[in-house]
């Protein structure tokens, strides 16, 4: 009887542990979709104001600290708007703000870019260029 209480909790907990690693990708999922943007928290840098009149698609911050560079999530084509510091202001073709963070760490090919310039950025999930062209 002791061998089959172990064993039940041994069950359990497994399975607690699956649910728990499949549990965020599934959260994160419904992200991806332009309709419906991820705006970050109050406190993020990302949170100025955007005087176009067009909508502004702004990339999930999870958290406060600025991003790095990871995985690419996908590669956005448009035209810089905006450079303000570390933060350019993409317009991509379908008319969406997408902010991006850029630093040394970005790959700077064909140049540095100015406001005006057509650009193809492959960014991570949390708004980090990886690379610029």
Known sequence: MHISHKRL???VIGSLII????SPSVTSAGSQDKKHPVTPSSGSSFSE???SPTSAYTLSRPSQSPPRPGPAWKTIGGTVTRIKGD???VEDYEGNQVHLYVNR???HLRGQKKVGDRVRVEITRDGF???IQ
């Open 129 to 131: 260029a990886n690379s």
């Open 49 to 51: 104001p955007d005087d």
């Open 105 to 107: 760490d970005t790959k």
């Open 19 to 22: 649910l728990a690693m499949s």
């Open 87 to 89: 933060l350019y202001t």
């Open 9 to 11: 909790l041994s069950a």
